[in-house]
């Protein structure tokens, strides 16, 4: 369940009371793991497999009560603001119009000199330093990317970058304590997960995105031409499911430039994910194996190739350097024999989806009795439609296979998402991910995210006392059953 979805106050799912009260109820259901989104600030499109920072968090987390009661807010400011009336859903519009207008209020009451804030800013300046100016710049900007700024601060010149932190001073110290009030609100909520028993499994995307503080302050790290354009993107070549394929846009890595540095952003980006989470899911994996480049500029994908990515050497780097990692291999989709080696290799579980099983159009092996025990079953992920949505849409061929296989078909349909959590916690797969929509037995309207859409993801929110003791007991005795609780 993504942050974004809890039912705290003020429009939007945030580090509140609420989030606290989840963890109870986890403990409570007898649940060993929570899995969330990634936390990185987002921008057009709200996706937060699109953001301004890999490091960076999203300011909309941070939670307002917290702040009023340390005196930096008033509850009738935050109360005046408009945060959008629907509880069930997000409006990221009024999110984003009041959201930065409160906090800046609460920068403004907030004391800079504090030991505390000089040793997060000192401590993170690594990556803080470029992205509190990033985002400064793209305010003064009017929220331009970077790519169509001015000549001179485009390209990083030392007496552009000299002016601007001195005109924007107050901009970036405000973007500064922006990021400390999340890192300190995120780590208290993971340090009580942990304390009860409940492990945070992340989620970082395997590209960033071209308008990022990554991007404009590493373009050497990037297939970039010398005006640090772009010189091809990435996304997915045409299929049956796309007849055009998937242009995600995201600029490439350079790979013997990370090569020939020991991989050493790769090693601080995931060594900072280990200090934010537990677990971590690496989106995309098969990209480390091979990866489709689309010429820059162009509409659609149909022109891209594969090219070699760094495959093993990246983690075997990163093992040297870390230490054994737990981490989580999305290896969905169309996989060669090389990815599927690659996955292998690196002894990371790969991931099963449960509405994959019961496609009639392809061979597959998400039907739990083909698993071997190393790898990660869902029902489904933020990228499908809950169960109860999808089940209507399949093909009559294949409803009938999955009565076959499931032995339900007595079952009633409003109640057919139990079979499937059942037979998911049965697998022999290591761990079982259920998306709390399905816990639910919520329909499309539940649904996180459509691929390739925009306007309508990323927005679904649980309501006030949807998780009752009743349904927490039913998935207690569950994990129970299938001995999936913790020992």
Known sequence: MPVASLPSKYGIGCFSKEAYEL?????KAKQTYWQILPLGPTGFGDSPYQSFSTFAGNPYYIDLEKLIQEGLLTREECEECDFGDDDR????????????????????????????????????RDWLEDYALYMSIKDSNEGLTWIKWDEDIKLRQPEAIRRYREELAEDIQFYEFIQYQFYRQ????????????????????????????DCWSS?????????????AVAGCPPDAFAATGQLWGNPLYDWEYHKKTEYEWWKK????????YDVVRIDHFRGFDEYYSIPYGDETAENGHWEKGPGLDLFTSLTEELG????????????????????K?????????????????EQSNYLP????????????THDNDTIQGWYPTISGKDREYSKEYLNNAGTKKKELYWDFIRVTLASVADTAIIPVQDYLGLGSEARINVPSTLGTNWKWRLLKGELDNKLLATIARMTEIYERCEV
């Not at 963890?23 to 403990?27: E, H, P, Q």
């Not at 409160?102 to 401590?123: G, H, M, P, R, Y």
């Not at 054994?324 to 169309?334: P, V």
């Not at 009795?369 to 489904?380: Q, R, S």
């Open 23 to 27: 963890i109870d109820k986890l403990k």
């Open 219 to 231: 373009p050497q790290l990037f297939q970039f031409n010398d005006d640090n354009e772009p010189k």
């Open 369 to 380: 009795h083909t698993y071997d025990k190393n790898c990660v079953v869902y029902t489904g």
């Open 324 to 343: 054994k990692l737990n981490i989580i291999a999305e290896d969905l989709g169309y996989l060669t024999d090389s990815v599927v080696q690659l996955v």
């Open 345 to 361: 290799d690196t002894g990371y579980p790969g991931m099963k989806i449960m509405q994959f099983a019961f496609d009639s159009r």
């Open 186 to 213: 995120w780590m208290n909520l993971k340090e009580y997960a942990n304390s009860n028993g409940i492990k945070i499994i992340g989620d970082i995307p395997i590209y960033v995105a071209f308008d990022s503080a």
């Open 89 to 124: 859903y997000v409006d990221y519009e009024k999110i984003y119009k009041s959201r930065f207008g409160i906090l800046w209020q609460a920068f403004k009451n907030f004391d800079c000199e504090t030991a505390d804030f000089k040793q997060f800013v000192s401590e993170q």
């Open 269 to 276: 980006r995931v060594r900072y994910s280990f200090q934010l």
